[in-house]
């Protein structure tokens, strides 16, 4: 697939595997993606499996990611970690704002944009999600509710800080329902999205940002995505429970 950006595909394991599982995952995955250049592959298990993932993946072309973090550096925060211990467990990206944080957790576009400047200034790569609900969807509000968490989870970023910065966009009503977008519905909202960014910053960061999708995409559906002009890759929940499943949206991806 020739693509103006390398496409980045991400596995989010979500509260799933244990440590074992995960290792045997990441080493089903490792199997057939170890020398992938074409596409960059990010693995984002929980918290408890990152060092074991880490360990797995070394000296391969696959990437490490968390699916969280908080915004502090330390300090009293039962429960939360941090950038640079994501870091030390050699973390490049971290997923932020997730709509599971964001509905279960009651994280708002002002947290977001707190973790989203605390990842990059400690070098780690957001993956920043936005995504409307059925509900706004089918009140024509998509577009409101999409500018405004784009506008508020990148808050005072410089294009420099907007570059380093991946976007996911996600419609809550197609993840883990077995819904996907139509590629032309997700190629609006990227489309949406890289106009966005073009009025925050310019056009070349609007050019170069990748642009995720996610909900339901799986082997079946990837490449129809995928071939969009302003899908750059996906971000996969159940389907990035299986070795297989996941490599062969990754190789739609190529
Ligand atoms: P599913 O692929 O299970 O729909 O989940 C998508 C998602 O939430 C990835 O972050």
Same mark, same amino acid.
């Given at each position: 697939?020739d693509?103006?950006r390398?496409p980045?595909?991400?596995?989010?394991?979500?509260?799933n595997?244990?440590?074992a599982?995960?290792?045997d995952?990441?080493n089903g995955?490792?199997?057939d993606?170890a020398?992938?250049?074409?596409?960059d @592959?990010?693995?984002c298990?929980?918290?408890? !499996? #990152? +060092?074991?993932? *880490?360990?797995?993946?070394?000296?391969?072309?696959?990437d490490?990611?968390?699916?969280?973090?908080?915004?502090?550096k330390?300090g009293a925060?039962?429960g939360e970690?941090?950038?640079?211990?994501?870091?030390?467990?050699?973390?490049?990206y971290v997923?932020l704002g997730?709509s599971e944080r964001r509905?279960?957790?009651?994280?708002?576009d002002?947290?977001?944009n707190?973790?989203?400047?605390?990842?990059?200034?400690?070098n780690?790569?957001?993956?920043?999600?936005?995504?409307?609900?059925?509900d706004?969807?089918?009140g024509?509000r998509?577009?409101? @509710?999409?500018e405004?968490?784009?506008?508020? !989870? #990148? +808050?005072g970023l *410089?294009?420099?800080?907007?570059?380093e910065?991946?976007?996911?966009?996600?419609?809550?009503?197609?993840?883990?329902?077995?819904?996907?977008?139509?590629?032309?519905?997700?190629?609006?909202v990227?489309?949406?999205?890289r106009?966005?960014?073009?009025?925050?910053?310019?056009?070349?960061?609007?050019?170069t940002v990748?642009?995720?999708?996610g909900?339901?995409?799986?082997?079946?559906n990837a490449?129809?995505l995928?071939?969009?002009?302003?899908?750059?890759?996906?971000l996969?929940g159940?389907?990035?429970l299986?070795a297989?499943?996941?490599v062969d949206i990754?190789?739609a991806?190529?």
């Amino acid at each position: 697939m020739d693509k103006v950006r390398k496409p980045i595909v991400a596995g989010n394991w979500k509260m799933n595997k244990t440590v074992a599982e995960a290792i045997d995952l990441a080493n089903g995955i490792k199997r057939d993606l170890a020398g992938c250049k074409e596409v960059d @592959v990010v693995l984002c298990p929980p918290f408890t !499996s #990152l +060092k074991a993932v *880490s360990e797995v993946i070394t000296g391969t072309h696959i990437d490490l990611g968390a699916q969280n973090m908080h915004w502090e550096k330390a300090g009293a925060f039962t429960g939360e970690v941090s950038a640079e211990m994501l870091r030390e467990l050699y973390c490049h990206y971290v997923i932020l704002g997730h709509s599971e944080r964001r509905s279960y957790f009651g994280e708002t576009d002002e947290i977001v944009n707190k973790k989203t400047k605390a990842a990059i200034t400690a070098n780690l790569t957001p993956i920043v999600c936005v995504g409307e609900t059925l509900d706004e969807r089918e009140g024509g509000r998509t577009e409101a @509710v999409i500018e405004e968490q784009v506008r508020g !989870s #990148l +808050k005072g970023l *410089s294009a420099r800080e907007l570059v380093e910065c991946v976007i996911a966009y996600e419609p809550v009503w197609a993840i883990g329902t077995g819904k996907t977008a139509t590629s032309q519905q997700a190629q609006d909202v990227h489309k949406f999205i890289r106009g966005i960014l073009e009025d925050m910053a310019d056009e070349s960061v609007a050019r170069t940002v990748r642009i995720q999708y996610g909900g339901s995409m799986k082997p079946a559906n990837a490449e129809e995505l995928l071939s969009m002009p302003d899908i750059d890759g996906g971000l996969i929940g159940g389907a990035a429970l299986e070795a297989r499943s996941f490599v062969d949206i990754v190789k739609a991806a190529m």
